[in-house]
């Protein structure tokens, strides 16, 4: 029953189209809008609003400036966060402030929000660059109630490009084109990838024709002050590239690594002609001179034969019949012995084993799934990586599939095994394989929107596989459940990281997951 329920979804979502992965859109499920109420015995009588970003799931990184009003009035003014999905807000708490540098860190009290990573690598001028917030100015122009601003809002968008960089009373800002106005503050300024490179703080006045320009604080600055409050956050150092640009630096490596293997292979073959034909000379030279002595042995009793027999016709000449038997006799077994050794020489041609068995003359098998404790380390020239931080890998691999001694993986129609990851918390489905060599172990992340991630739920929850199991029937409803939620995720991935593995060595300590 479970096999066919999951069967049925996967049939259901073949007809949703398939999406290509949008990094913008996923950074954006990370942006809140942050408001500020101020009460006097009960009743409203002020509100403010601007925007944040989701550091951890629930903390947020927003501008001083905005929750300055609940700095002043903690008694009277109330802090509040609006993530960008669901249906509701909840209530939040200032945790760190900095006012020269104007950002401050507040923690939701309850409810989660994705966390977005920063990019603290180097950065030229002219990057693209994107503003996501909630512009005051859009506010006014959709807003059609008070209700409007703390109800959960998809961020507005606003692309750009980076001018340069520039010390504002000491500040690190970076100054960008991304058009912004009152109520992005304190929202992200992100790069083509969605990972977090300045908070928007203030614009340019556009008087007389004046192009309008835009500031955001630093990562330089935030990653301090982020520091200095003690909280910690995710960082990726690697340029952002697209998935079709990785996947041409994965080819090329891959290539790269075929021609290696393949001089490697013909250097192998070449060194297997040469030490055969060396066998081969002397297995002949070896025949040959067997077979020369074998014949001048022969000839030497052949001889000594005729001679015998030539005594014994000279004895039996002489009447002397016993010494004519004797040597007759002789002479007549040592050629009989010459004619065998002569019909039984050696060939000149020597015999040598056929290729392609091994050492006990069995065929070489197809590599099974690789069974062993293996090291995997990253290989950012083949990987896209945008919100994971990369450390070493252990992996153990079981027998049938089982990693870690926890996890059961199925095989693919592509040859490797796979595991698909749904979580119930985080809106990320993860994709892990490794291949059957276990030389590759890949990671493919989708930062889904609550919709999708809720479908990806849904089809999960049609088979149940706890732990490992080599029970056939279940590796197969484990392979049409994956299937089916390969269907109703986006045509690519947000982030895929490639691991390159060497086994283990028995006894060998591995680091910590």
């Known amino acids: 029953m479970t096999r066919l329920i999951a069967l049925l979804l996967a049939l259901l979502s073949l007809t949703l189209p398939a999406r290509a992965a949008d990094d913008i859109s996923a950074a954006s499920r990370s942006v809140v809008r942050v408001v500020t109420v101020a009460m006097v015995d009960g009743e409203v009588v002020g509100f403010g609003h601007g925007s944040g970003i989701a550091i951890s799931p629930t903390r947020i990184v927003t501008n001083a400036h905005v929750v300055e009003s609940a700095v002043r ?20 708490k200032l945790i760190a402030i900095d006012t020269k540098r104007d950002l401050a860190l507040i923690e939701m009290t309850e409810g989660r929000v994705p966390a977005a990573a920063l990019y603290v690598g180097p950065f030229e001028s002219g990057a693209d660059v994107v503003a996501l917030g909630y512009p005051g100015n859009v506010d006014l122009a959709t807003a059609r109630s008070s209700a409007d601003y703390i109800t959960p809002r998809t961020p507005v968008r606003s692309e750009g490009n980076l001018s340069n960089m520039q010390a504002i009373d000491g500040i690190a800002s970076l100054v960008h084109t991304a058009k912004i106005a009152r109520g992005n503050s304190g929202g992200p300024l992100v790069d083509g990838c969605g990972r977090v490179v300045g908070i928007n703080t203030f614009i340019t006045r556009a008087d007389d024709g004046d192009s309008p320009f835009a500031f955001a604080i630093s990562n330089r600055e935030l990653t301090r002050f982020l520091t200095d409050a003690g909280q910690s956050f995710t ?28 001089q490697a292979n013909a250097a192998k073959d070449a060194a297997t002609r040469l030490d055969r034909e060396l066998r081969t ?13 074998r014949i001048a042995l022969a000839g030497v009793l052949f001889v000594i034969g005729a001679l015998a027999a030539g005594a014994g016709l000279m004895f039996y000449g002489q009447k002397n019949l016993r010494n004519a038997k004797i040597a007759g006799g002789a002479g007549a077994v040592l050629i009989l012995a010459a004619a065998i050794l002569f019909l039984t020489r050696p060939s000149a041609q020597a015999d040598l084993p056929a290729d392609g068995p091994d050492a006990d003359g069995n065929a070489t098998l197809p590599a099974a799934l690789a069974e062993g404790r293996l090291l995997c380390t990253i290989r950012p020239d083949r990987s896209r990586i945008t919100i994971s931080e990369t450390p070493d890998v252990p992996v153990t691999i079981g027998k049938d599939g089982c990693v870690n001694g926890r996890t059961q993986y199925a095989q693919g129609a592509d040859g490797r095994w796979q595991r698909i990851l749904v979580p119930n918390e985080e809106a990320t489905v993860t994709i892990a394989s490794i291949d059957q060599a276990g030389r590759e172990y890949r990671v493919d992340h989708y930062l889904l ?26 590796l197969a409803a484990l392979a049409t459940q994956q299937d089916a939620i390969r269907s109703v995720l986006p045509a690519s991935p947000n982030e895929r990281l490639v691991y390159e593995c060497q086994k283990l060595a028995a006894g060998a300590a591995a680091p910590a997951p």
């Open 235 to 262: 960082s990726i150092g690697t340029a952002c590239l697209s998935l079709a640009d990785a996947d041409a630096r994965d080819r090329a490596a891959l290539d790269a690594s075929a021609r290696a293997a393949a």
């Open 281 to 293: 000379a002397r297995a002949e030279q070896d025949a040959l001179a067997a077979r020369e002595n």
């Open 449 to 474: 929107d609550a919709e999708t991630m809720a479908k990806a739920r849904e089809v999960r929850a049609g088979v149940a596989i706890k732990g490992c199991s080599a029970n056939p029937d279940q």
């Open 73 to 92: 009035y903690p008694g009277n003014v109330a802090l509040g966060v609006v993530p960008s999905e669901g249906q509701k807000s909840y209530a939040a």
